[in-house]
């Protein structure tokens, strides 16, 4: 059976180093980041290469900015694979596909199928990497409002099915589940 982690917090918390090292003590596995972000200007691509640089060369890079179930579906055994992030991905996927309840709860419902399949039938594991949008200012608008709602329903499904749950605070993790 496989494991899945979950590590939330909020921007620049840690979360994604945290990843990445835990992913690192896996030695002996593939390793494979999932990356969600769309480069959409110069500012990300320099960031994007930024972070090819700092993962290094053991590190094999997934884009997979709209169809993250499917690519989960598709992981090997035997891997370690960090996805980094699922708010991101809850964002382009509100962009592309729609922001209606039933569209939302579909891609959401998917991706929590498409894990929990994954841990089922494989022997690696994959850590996901996402963020507490909820816990700040109440947004003004309800569009803003409407997606932290999403984002927090999506790291509740999330949550369900992975082995553990680490949030960061000041770039320290602590185990939650």
Request: aromatic share 8%.
């Amino acid at each position: 059976m496989g494991k899945i982690t979950l590590i939330s917090g909020g921007a620049r918390s840690g979360k994604s180093a945290f990843a990445l090292k835990l992913a690192s003590e896996k030695s002996s596995l593939q390793k494979l980041f999932i990356a969600t972000a769309v480069v959409f200007d110069d500012e990300m691509r320099l960031r994007v290469e930024k972070h090819k640089q700092e993962r290094g060369s053991e590190w094999e890079t997934i884009e997979s900015p709209y169809e993250l179930p499917q690519t989960v579906e598709k992981l090997p055994s035997q891997t370690v694979a960090v996805v980094d992030c699922l708010s991101v991905w809850l964002g382009n996927v509100w962009y592309k596909y729609g922001d209606d309840d039933k569209t939302l709860s579909l891609h959401i419902d998917n991706l929590q199928e498409s894990i929990q399949n994954w841990k089922t039938v494989n022997c690696g594991e994959i850590i996901l990497v996402t963020n507490e949008v909820g816990w700040g200012i109440i947004p003004s608008d309800a569009a803003t409002r409407r997606y932290r709602d999403w984002a927090g329903r999506l790291n509740q499904h999330i949550g369900k099915v992975a082995s553990e749950v680490y949030l960061c605070v000041c770039g320290i993790p602590m185990k939650i589940k």
